[in-house]
């Protein structure tokens, strides 16, 4: 995308009815760190690709409740994903308020398309960075839906959203037919495998991954750190190779719940290692 | 000088419809009112109509003042109307419908301007029954069984007696003319032209009036001065 006379404001239309301050309001959305989402008949899981700037930092916060049953993952200016967590926790609590029911998540999305739209038709406003991900629990069974900059929103089964998500989602577009039946163990497995997908030879680990979840009887959490590692431990994706030898996994497997790490080949014992000598301060 | 005038709040009703008695029973809820409309002492209009369905899945029965219960209507209609318009699979149950009334109501009371009604909601949605009443005061609950006015004091014992969750439609219509016979015999305000209105899974609907059979018969009736020297 190039700079052109069309792209100054949001309300300027260009000769090929494009609006282009919109179209890179969504480049702010593609620059952010992946975020995840998969859906079954009875679960949502969202997974997010958590980055610090730095070894001293913490990371950033990107999976926000929204209420006990519905969670949001953000992935752009995460400033614009907070404004809008709060402005959705307010529209729950009132409707929770006035009909002691909790709000249905299409009703939800759509006003947050419209609050979206809004910034798109307003000289003195700009659209919202950041891309959501919502997942939510309502009578209708369970849902994903991504809402962009733009006011548009979609239903998904699966979905990613941020810098190099589109390894995940090749990854999801493989395995999708099968979410609808899928345990919520396995969905959470494919979220981690999608969400290592997208690191990209880069170890996953409970420290660069958050995962939340939401489902039939389990309100909206974000799993704890520990959980998450051992989930990643049981799973055995550390590395990229989901084409790894049976036998090798099967022994790593052993090493990493006996041995502390010795810098084997395995990724499985890697995984104990990476606490002691790779963790950034703020995990310790 | 006087510039502005005093803003204006409910200070007592005017036409008021009288109790309204309503149960669970096994397939949804049972509704039952008459048809009067008092204005004051005088049982002047005798069609009112005080049950009205909501939306696909609640029923709605007023007692106290009739224009209130209008203005609360047009409230419903609103919400229904904008409910329907999502057009997403989505609907309001009874139990919303009871949460949205009872802030109306308490807001109004608060404001020391209240819609002088009780109302009662019920209705099934998913197999699920929810009746619930909401007062003037925005006093509300939810129970197997409830009424207005002085249906609480007259009916309700009857029903903590009779009442059972697997009442099916022809005894609890007993049980309810039986709790309408009684308000007929002793308020003063009941008229004899009963509705009885019912809500299931299916969907509402609000039977044509008819009117209970009394009995007059007691000899204490016949001469009833036989023990008043003096009174006629």
Known sequence: MFRNQYDTDVTTWSPAGRLFQVEYAMEAVKQGSAAIGLRSKTHVVLACVNKANSELSSHQKKIFKVDDHIGVAI???????????????????????????PLPVGRLVVQL??????????????????????????????????????????EYQAFAIGSR???????????????????????????????????????????????????????????????????????????????????????????????????????????????????????? | MDTVTESQRTLYPYVTGSSVVAIKYKDGILMAADMGGSYGSTLRYKSVERLKPIGKHSLLGASGEISDFQEIMRYLDELILIDNMWDDGNSLGPKE???????????????????????????????????????????????????????????????RDEWNENLTFEEGVKLLEKCMRVLLYRDRSAVNKIQISKITEEGATVYPPFSLKTYWEFSAFKNPTVGAEGSW
Not at chain 1, 75 to 101: H, K, P, Q, W
Not at chain 1, 115 to 138: E, F, I, M, N
Not at chain 1, 182 to 200: F, H, N, V
Not at chain 2, 128 to 156: C, F, P, W
């Open chain 1, 75 to 101: 992935a752009g200016l995460t400033a614009d994903g907070r404004v809008l967590s709060r402005y959705m926790r307010s529209e729950c609590i009132n409707y929770n308020y006035t009909y002691e029911s």
């Open chain 2, 97 to 159: 419908v009871h949460n949205y009334l009872t802030r109306v109501m308490y807001n109004r009371r608060n404001k020391f301007n209240p819609l002088w009604n009780s109302l009662v909601l019920g209705g099934v949605k998913k197999g699920q029954k929810y009746l619930g009443t909401v007062s003037m005061i925005g006093v509300n609950y939810e129970d197997n069984h409830v009424a207005t006015g002085l249906g609480n004091h007259l009916a309700r014992p009857i029903l």
């Open chain 1, 113 to 154: 398309a419209d609050k979206a739209q809004v910034c798109t038709q307003r000289s003195w406003k700009r659209p919202y960075g950041v891309g959501l991900l919502v997942a939510g629990l309502d009578e209708s069974g369970a849902h994903l839906y991504y809402n962009c900059p733009s006011g548009n929103y979609f």
């Open chain 1, 165 to 284: 998500s589109q390894a995940a989602k090749t990854y999801l577009e493989r395995k999708f037919n099968n979410f609808t039946a899928s345990s919520r163990e396995d969905l959470i497995k494919d979220a981690l495998i999608a969400a290592r997908e997208s690191l990209q030879g880069e170890k996953l680990t409970s420290s660069v991954c958050t995962i939340a979840v939401v489902g039939v009887g389990e309100p909206f959490h974000i799993l704890d750190q520990e959980t998450v590692q051992q989930l990643i431990d049981t799973f055995e994706i550390v590395r990229e190779e989901e084409t790894a030898p049976a036998e090798p996994e099967a022994a790593a497997e052993q090493d990493a719940a006996t041995e502390q790490a010795s810098g084997a080949d395995q990724g499985g014992a890697g995984n104990q290692g990476g606490a002691d000598q790779g963790g950034s301060p703020m995990d310790i």
